[in-house]
């Protein structure tokens, strides 16, 4: 069994942290939330949905990496806007044979990881189709596991990739290898753009968005955009018709709602900057035009500013 650190133990990190810790692996939870964690340790983690429920109990659970010590696998799981932090609290956790896996939305975080940790010892991770939620602290509940999907930063071994993701096999997650990194991103990212800022901005779930000829006008057209701006940069996405292949995704968890939407929901800042933020920037970077994203940002950006004055 692996020791494995979780750096951004929220909704999604408390699903990795519950189902590899059931599998019998050594896990240790990092947490923002200091209720969560409070939680997890006098309680156990509770991980609830399609994969069943279960209690399990982690190594710890704490809002630091203090006293851990060196790990076989680092998964950092925060925002995107947290990942230069969490990179450096992930330090001490770090050895030779370390693997470091990314999970973020949006582009542009393994780079900024890669700042600090070493580059040569990472993996970027994409994952998709979960609908991740905390319902109370102790407690993470999911919609599915959709897509579960790694490839290699820069110069980690075969090796080093395969039993990295051995490690998530072990805990009941489906696990893909993608050679192409820039591909793989960008398959996720123009299903985010479609549903993250749009729910954010309307309240409704994927399903309802799916569902409403109004909200999926934004969400298509964000999307389309998404695509333009990735074919624009020579990147191959390797699918027929993404469009299709976004509503498919979605319409595989139509109840769960957009961690933009909880964070909105719960006061928290979120991912807008890097999600449909992020096809905007490079939209006119690239000279492709990006309306329906530059509108979905604004919209999103006053509420934010309404919650944070």
């Given at each position: 069994?692996?020791k ?83 990179a ?7 050895g ?44 993470a ?53 479609a ?16 569902g ?49 939407l ?31 994203n ?8 006053a ?7």
């Open positions: 069994m692996a494995v650190a979780i750096v951004g133990c929220g909704a999604m990190g408390s699903v990795y942290a519950g189902l590899m810790a059931h599998a019998g692996h050594e896990v240790y939870g990092i947490t923002l939330w200091p209720d969560h964690a409070a939680a997890i340790q006098e309680k156990g983690l509770r991980v609830s949905g399609i994969s069943g429920d279960k209690t399990v109990r982690l190594a710890a659970a704490s809002t630091t990496t203090e006293g851990i010590g060196v790990c076989d696998l680092v998964i950092i799981a925060t925002k995107a806007f947290d990942v230069k932090s969490a450096s609290d992930a330090l001490p956790l770090i030779p044979q370390t693997v470091v896996q990314t999970i973020q939305n949006g582009v542009g975080s393994p780079d900024a990881a890669a700042q600090i940790l070493p580059a040569d010892q990472m993996a970027v991770g994409v994952v998709g189709g979960y609908g991740a939620s905390v319902p109370e602290p102790g407690h509940h999911h919609n599915g596991f959709e897509v579960t999907w790694f490839g290699k930063y820069a110069g980690l071994s075969d090796e080093q990739l395969e039993g990295s993701a051995d490690i998530w096999r072990s805990s009941g997650f489906k696990v893909a290898l993608h050679d192409d990194v820039q591909s793989m991103v960008w398959k996720k990212l123009i299903m985010n753009v549903f993250s800022g749009t729910s954010c901005a309307t309240g409704l779930t994927i399903g309802q968005i799916l409403d000829a109004n909200a999926w006008k934004v969400g298509r057209g964000c999307s389309e955009e998404a695509v333009a701006v990735c074919e624009a940069q020579g990147i191959n996405l390797g699918i027929a018709d993404p469009i299709a292949h976004v509503q498919s995704l979605g319409g595989k968890i139509p109840n769960a709602r957009p961690s933009m909880l964070d909105s929901l719960a006061g928290r800042r979120g991912e807008i900057d890097a999600i449909n933020g992020a096809i905007s920037r490079l939209g006119a970077k690239l000279g492709v035009p990006t309306p329906t530059d509108v979905v940002v604004a919209i999103v950006k509420k934010e500013s309404l919650i944070h004055s």
